[in-house]
């Protein structure tokens, strides 16, 4: 099923990054960004929901659509495909797990140490004063495009905003150095469920191959990245993970 020399690149892996994106939940049923032609992402395009703007303009549609999504996640179970990263983990002498996902599926499947570039829907902050705030355990489970006033401030009475990263804002320094430095020292990276189009999160494989690592893609549909990555799985993350990692 696998070409010799990928599996022996995985076999001889000292330090492995591992870079997911959305399609590695997709078969938990978490729509994807550009997949999910369907509810709110037909109508809005999610670059203007996941910005500061968006929200300014119009907190309780782009609150109800971040509570909509936690729900989701949180009514969500881990597929084969985060269970074979959590698995294959302890096999690796060294592996980083990074992701632009913002939901917990990697941890519950067992992953440790996950690296989250774009923060968390479990997250939440005030939007001025950037105080933390607790969310309720259970998220009003709501219809795909209710609006919900955003609760506010305690301390200062503005609004408070998802624990994401939204276009136009710079990434957590402490994951992104982390991240980066990853790249840069690894010997092989897989990235695995994304359309490698968002930056700086899309250019962790090109370091790692400026860097001399093997980058093997998996992903079912193609992405700038086939033309320079080593190996290329076109497939789904839950069917090719568990038998290339076992
Ligand atoms: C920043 C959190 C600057 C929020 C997200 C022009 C050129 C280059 C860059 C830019 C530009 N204009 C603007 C920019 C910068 C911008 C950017 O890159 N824009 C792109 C669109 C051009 N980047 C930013 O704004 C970043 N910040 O640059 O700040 C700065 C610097 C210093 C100081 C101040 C400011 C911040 C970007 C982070 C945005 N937040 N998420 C939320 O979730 O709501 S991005 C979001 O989309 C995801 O987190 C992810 O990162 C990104 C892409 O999504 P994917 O994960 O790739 O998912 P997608 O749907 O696209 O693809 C899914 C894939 O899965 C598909 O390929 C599909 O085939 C595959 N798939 C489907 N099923 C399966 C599967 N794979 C496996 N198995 C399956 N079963
Ligand atoms: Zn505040």
Not at 155 to 160: L, P, Q, T
């Amino acid at each position: 099923m696998f070409n010799d020399r990928l599996l022996q690149t995985l076999r001889d892996a000292q330090h492995l990054v591992i870079l997911t994106g959305a399609g590695v939940s997709a078969e938990s049923g978490i729509p994807t960004f550009r997949d999910a032609m369907t509810g709110l992402w037909a109508r809005y395009d999610p670059q203007q929901l996941a910005s500061e703007n968006g929200f300014r303009a119009n907190p309780a549609l782009v609150w109800g659509w971040y509570e909509w999504r936690r729900a989701k996640v949180m009514q969500s179970l881990p597929n084969p495909a985060h269970r074979a990263i959590a698995q294959f983990q302890p096999l690796v002498p060294k592996l980083t797990l990074i992701t632009q996902n913002v939901d917990d599926l990697h941890e519950r499947a067992g992953s440790q140490f996950v690296i989250h570039l774009h923060g968390s829907l479990h997250e939440a902050q005030c939007i001025a004063c950037a105080k933390p705030f607790a969310l309720n355990a259970t998220p009003t489970v709501i219809s795909e495009s209710k609006r919900v006033e955003p609760p506010r401030c305690p301390a200062c009475g503005d609004y408070i905003r998802p624990g994401v990263v939204w276009f136009g804002e710079s990434l957590p320094l402490d994951g992104w150095h982390a991240a980066e430095a990853a790249a840069q020292n690894c010997d092989v990276l897989m990235s695995i469920g994304t359309s490698a189009l968002v930056y700086p999160a899309a250019s962790l494989p090109l370091v790692a191959l400026t860097a001399g690592a093997k980058v093997i893609q998996l992903n079912p549909d193609k992405t700038n990245l086939d033309a320079k990555a080593h190996f290329n799985l076109h497939g789904k993350a839950g069917d090719l993970l568990p038998a290339l990692l076992q």
